[in-house]
């Protein structure tokens, strides 16, 4: 049940913040699992913001591909997606292209499976409006099983950004928490700060969504974020969508 979970959570929490460069590794989103050699996974998402100061923004596509290339490792790597100042016929720009790694830590402490992961960040925007520089992220994933319906996560990064000329580094952390009775659908809340290049306080936000089960490959994820301080934009909702496949049979 927990394994089934777990992927869910994975696959798709991973895409729906709408409009920061860091998205795809979203703190408090992701459980402490890996794929297994041989399992593809492809997911794409898009959501909206909303805020009183900044109005309305948008984001489309969010490619993210996962290949395990053994057991406890697998290999990722997509792109942050094209953003606008709205959600419709208005100009898109892209944003990230990304690379990075995910291995999974043997054996359980106390009930807790353990993941790290580490990111490579590079701006594909034509605007020039972020600095043409590699940034990178390094975080922990730990999920533990409580009870036989309940799945608590917690995530912790290290991310060194860029802001203007200067090269700095910001944390993030979070956890998450999702209900499983192994039905199809999984309601599930969400809580913590995003590492981000600005001054001021850091962006703390609430999140509460579903995940569902549509049986074979399909996952799916439906979610609402409120900010909670002026550094997280006001509302924002957001989809996405997993199809996964296992080549296991081919090795």
């Keep these: ?11 798709t929490a ?5 409009v920061p460069a860091m998205a795809q590794m979203t703190p408090g989103a992701e459980p402490g699992d890996v794929l297994s050699l041989g399992q593809v996974m492809v997911e794409a998402g898009a959501g909206m913001t909303f805020d009183a100061e900044d109005g309305t923004s948008g984001a489309g596509a969010q490619p993210l591909i996962r290949f395990g290339i053994a057991p406890g490792i697998e290999l990722l790597g997509g792109s942050g997606g094209w953003t606008s100042a709205c959600f419709g016929r208005c100009a898109w720009s892209p944003t990230t292209a990304f690379a990075g790694w995910r291995a999974l830590i043997p054996g359980q402490m106390a009930g807790f499976n353990t993941a790290v992961s580490g990111l490579f960040y590079y701006p594909t925007r034509t605007d020039h409006a972020q600095p043409r520089v590699i940034e990178s992220s390094f975080m922990l994933h730990v999920d533990r099983a409580i009870g036989e319906a309940l799945l608590l996560t917690f995530n912790a990064e290290i991310a060194r950004l ?20 192994g039905g ?11 590492a981000a290049a600005v001054e001021g306080p850091e962006p703390w936000y609430l999140e509460m969504g579903t995940g569902l089960r549509m049986g074979g490959a399909f996952e799916y994820e439906f979610a609402v974020t409120r900010g909670l301080n002026a550094a997280e934009p006001g509302w924002g909702v957001a989809a996405a969508v997993a199809i996964s496949h296992d080549f296991r049979p081919l090795y």
């Excluded at 991973?14 to 709408?18: E, F, I, Q, Y």
């Design 1 to 11: 049940m927990f394994r089934q979970a777990r992927s869910l959570l994975l696959c």
């Design 14 to 18: 991973t895409l729906l913040v709408a």
């Design 162 to 181: 860029h802001d203007a000329e200067t090269a700095v580094l910001r944390h993030g952390e979070g956890f998450g928490l999702v209900w499983d009775r």
């Design 184 to 194: 199809r659908w999984l309601p599930l809340v969400r809580f913590g700060h995003r």
